[in-house]
């Protein structure tokens, strides 16, 4: 991803960046890191409740009971294959 590329390149700020875009996105994986910077001090308290509120909104936005439904489906569709 990004912000692995930017780290490796040294640009630590940049690697910040993309990790909150994807985090605001809804992604966990970058939501962790940007965890990890936090207690690093490579981000500011500030920065990281605005990105985790950001990600909350994302995975808020996915829900509905559409989409419960459609889960719980597949789910026990999987069991009966079973």
Same mark, same amino acid.
């Given at each position: 991803?990004?912000?692995?590329?930017? +780290? #490796?390149?040294?640009?630590?700020? %940049?690697? $910040?960046?993309?990790?909150?875009?994807?985090?605001? #996105?809804?992604?966990?994986?970058?939501? @962790?890191?940007?965890?990890?910077?936090?207690?690093?001090? #490579?981000? =500011?308290k500030?920065?990281?409740?605005a /990105?985790? %509120?950001?990600?909350? /909104?994302? $995975?808020?936005? +996915?829900? =509905?009971?559409? %989409? @419960?439904?459609?889960?719980?489906?597949?789910?026990?569709? @999987?069991?009966?294959?079973?």
């Amino acid at each position: 991803n990004l912000a692995k590329i930017e +780290t #490796l390149n040294g640009r630590k700020e %940049r690697a $910040v960046k993309h990790l909150i875009i994807a985090a605001n #996105l809804g992604d966990d994986d970058a939501l @962790e890191s940007l965890k990890l910077a936090y207690g690093k001090g #490579l981000i =500011s308290k500030e920065d990281f409740a605005a /990105a985790l %509120r950001g990600h909350q /909104a994302a $995975v808020n936005a +996915t829900k =509905s009971p559409e %989409r @419960e439904a459609a889960e719980a489906y597949f789910q026990w569709q @999987e069991k009966q294959q079973s």
